[in-house]
């Protein structure tokens, strides 16, 4: 009996960390601040007529809106990264991002939700507004 619930119970947790989208097996997803910026990361097993992805994010309570431009698929075992490096704009302190999973046919999905605590200073937010201005 203990040997079959052990087996249920690997087979759930490999199901809860291995999702399939359209095109993609996305086997993590993942967003961290750094006090500046929020790095996400996201790794793919297999991508069957993948075209790319976008990064999405809203506020709690907001609703989603574009973050990245197309970030274009890599093939099998890939693994991507994007910065955000408008975050501190906001003044929220909790962001939820999701991938926008898009098929060379134009059909999408969309992978789970991830969610960052991202405080940002003040001083930083002002400070990073007038640099905006100037790139």
Same mark, same amino acid.
């Given at each position: 009996?203990?040997?079959?619930?052990?087996?249920? $119970?690997?087979?759930?947790?490999?199901?809860?960390?291995?999702?399939?989208?359209?095109?993609?097996?996305?086997? $993590?997803?993942?967003?961290?601040?750094?006090?500046?910026?929020?790095?996400?990361? +996201?790794?793919?097993? %297999?991508?069957?007529?993948?075209?790319?992805?976008?990064?999405?994010?809203?506020?709690?309570?907001?609703?989603?809106?574009?973050?990245?431009?197309?970030?274009?698929?890599?093939?099998? %075992?890939?693994?991507?990264?994007?910065?955000?490096? %408008?975050?501190?704009?906001? $003044?929220?302190?909790?962001?939820?991002?999701?991938?926008?999973?898009?098929?060379?046919?134009?059909?999408?999905?969309?992978?789970?939700?991830? $969610?960052?605590?991202?405080?940002?200073?003040?001083?930083?937010?002002? +400070?990073?507004?007038?640099?905006?201005?100037?790139?």
């Amino acid at each position: 009996m203990k040997k079959k619930l052990f087996k249920i $119970s690997i087979f759930f947790l490999l199901l809860s960390t291995v999702t399939l989208f359209a095109g993609a097996v996305l086997i $993590s997803f993942t967003a961290e601040s750094d006090g500046e910026n929020i790095l996400l990361k +996201w790794t793919t097993t %297999n991508e069957t007529n993948l075209h790319y992805f976008v990064v999405e994010r809203k506020p709690v309570g907001g609703s989603f809106g574009l973050v990245s431009q197309p970030i274009q698929a890599k093939g099998d %075992n890939s693994e991507y990264e994007f910065t955000d490096e %408008n975050a501190f704009k906001a $003044s929220d302190v909790l962001f939820i991002y999701r991938l926008k999973i898009v098929e060379v046919d134009n059909h999408a999905s969309y992978s789970g939700e991830v $969610s960052v605590s991202h405080s940002v200073s003040s001083v930083k937010r002002t +400070w990073g507004s007038i640099k905006a201005l100037f790139r």
